[in-house]
């Protein structure tokens, strides 16, 4: 719908360039929707200054596309935005910034290649023609300093981990003036220490009188970090009360309307079961594999183990110890620097990705919208990304759209994901349907070995239970896994056996019997000491 016809921009409102600073703000009877379908519906909420909102649903519940609204990057088709009582019109990002409002988005807004002083420069206004980087790196240098923040101005941002990125994106937010700070799943790549961080920094904010909405699926975050909580499901409010008030039952069934979501987990099995599947012989055997990090530097070191079918081998460890290069390494994704491995019995090593793909690898990538999809094409075109030169779906040297269709509306329904039609772009699906497009492509037929490189990030209760169930059952046909993950519960919960990756290496390679959580998370910090708790198997 045209912006000009909003009720939100309409004559009368306050331009940003004269709205007073935020002290409350209410959204009243938002509407959004994408060809045909409500991502949001009459969305009635109030944030009130020096609190923490937590925005909690399921993925598609409309939360990401409610503040987007807010954020002035899509037009509502209907409702009106109050500032101090008073409505305002936000048609960009820029209105919002102008009215203290920010946003840290689940995908950082960054420019790699700059430094972290030159992205804060980038459409600051105020900003100096003359050496630019150098007068906003001392208000960096300000705020850093009054909320703690650890950031270098002069680092380049390609070189920054997840947690300094997303610190520097709350920093630029800062320096623009933001008093009501939106964080969009702000722990997805955070680690446990880095997530403690961030949420001082969210109580630094909110002691002075700041507010901060944060997008989240995770329970336990909610009921510790934030004031109130507001639930959306299938884009409408389905509750909205003080945390104090609220249990970790009573949110799981707003967010899904049902009385429990039944856990995957592969102890859930009998014990005939599981030796049943660890019988079924080598599907990966990797010897001596070394593999290069962006920058050339060794990221894997002389690494040997292997995977059974039927096997989930579960990799644990803090972010950056090699875990990414691995998995693009067994997919085809980067060459090897040294070693080689088998696939059933099969050389594998430097094969592209299509020979790797014929001899039954498949890949669920951490980044599921860079590696995952084509967000311009349509579902269906996504549903073969991998397979389109495979004779069902040729015609001689032209692609059968009527079989590409019929497959993708049988991943759709199959995996129960949420779009329009076979036909709708890809990108405009929320992410655990696009991740459930991805998960139905990489684990249709009979896989030798799937790497599943954090396959739950991002992801609500429900869509992480779903991905999580159809690995087991990919694993109970046969299929041999590798999960990565940094979520240790649901490597404990899935794992057969439990790899402990540190720099570079597997420190220890533990059957998964009444392994302690202690134990790994020394383990994952390099403490060698707590392999005396217990024995270590042979990779």
């Known amino acids: 719908m045209a912006q000009e016809s909003q009720p939100n921009s309409k004559p009368g409102a306050w331009s940003p360039s004269c709205a007073p600073r935020i002290g409350s703000l209410e959204l009243r009877g938002i509407s959004k929707e994408f060809g045909g379908v409500f991502a949001n519906e009459g969305i009635d909420l109030t944030v009130r200054s020096g609190e923490v909102l937590a925005l909690l649903g399921e993925n598609g519940a409309g939360k990401t596309t409610l ?46 290649r700059h430094s972290v002083a030159e992205n804060a420069a980038l459409g600051l206004e105020g900003t100096p023609f003359l050496r630019p980087a ?10 850093a300093s009054r909320y703690d923040i650890k950031v270098r101005p002069s680092a380049p941002v390609w070189r920054l981990s ?30 446990d220490s880095e997530a403690d961080e961030l949420f001082a920094v969210v109580r630094r904010m909110t002691a002075e009188g700041k507010s901060v909405i944060f997008i989240t699926h995770k329970l336990d975050e909610v009921l510790a970090a934030s004031t109130r909580v507001a639930v959306l499901r299938r884009g409408r409010v389905a509750g909205v009360m003080p945390t104090a008030e609220a249990s970790k039952e009573g949110l799981a069934r707003l967010m899904t309307g049902k009385e429990s979501i039944q856990a995957a987990s592969r102890t859930a099995g009998t014990e005939n079961e599981r030796t049943r599947l660890e019988d079924g012989g080598t599907a990966l055997q990797a010897v001596e594999l070394s593999v290069d990090d962006d920058l050339g530097l060794p990221a894997v070191r002389h690494l040997s183990f292997s995977v059974r079918r039927g096997e989930v081998l579960g990799v644990a460890g803090v972010s950056g110890n090699g875990q990414r290069e691995l998995a693009e390494a067994l997919t085809g ?11 059933n019995g099969a050389p594998a090593s430097r094969r592209s990705c299509r020979d790797l793909r014929s001899l039954g690898v498949r890949h669920v990538p951490e980044e599921r919208n860079r590696l995952g999809i084509v967000a311009a094409m349509s579902v269906a075109e996504n549903a073969v990304l991998s397979s ?3 004779e069902r779906f040729c015609d001689g040297i032209f692609l059968n759209g009527g079989s590409i269709r019929r497959h993708a509306e049988e991943i759709i329904e199959r995996y129960g994901i949420k779009t329009p039609s076979a036909d709708a772009r890809a990108g405009s699906m ?42 087991l059952a990919k694993a109970g046909e ?27 290496g597997f420190l220890a390679v533990l059957e998964n019997k009444d392994l302690d959580r202690g134990r790994i998370m020394l383990l994952m910090a390099g403490s060698t000491d707590a392999l005396e ?7």
């Open 134 to 143: 150098a007068w906003v790196s001392r208000r960096i240098e300000d705020f």
């Open 388 to 390: 389109y030169g495979e």
């Open 162 to 191: 997840a947690g300094e990125q997303q610190r520097v994106e709350i920093v630029k937010a800062l320096i623009k003036g933001a008093e009501l700070l939106i964080l969009d799943e702000p722990t997805s790549v955070l680690t």
């Open 430 to 471: 929320s992410g655990g349907n696009i991740q459930k497009l991805i998960l139905g492509r990489e684990t249709e037929g009979s896989p030798a070995l799937i790497v599943a490189s954090h396959p739950t990030y991002g992801l609500d209760v429900g869509a992480a239970e779903f991905v999580r169930s159809r690995l």
């Open 67 to 112: 503040m987007n609204v807010l954020y002035g990057l899509y037009a509502p088709d209907a409702g009106l935005i109050l500032v101090n009582g008073m409505p305002v019109a936000i048609r960009s990002p820029k209105d919002a910034i102008r009215l203290g409002i920010g946003m840290v988005h689940q995908h950082f807004m960054l420019i790699p």
């Open 533 to 539: 708790a217990g024995g270590r198997s042979d990779a």
């Open 333 to 343: 994704l980067r060459p090897l620097a040294g070693g080689s491995f088998q696939v």
């Open 478 to 504: 046969g299929s041999a896994v590798l999960l990565i993950s940094e979520d240790l519960e649901e490597v404990l919960r899935l794992s057969d056996r439990v790899a402990v990756m540190f720099e570079g």
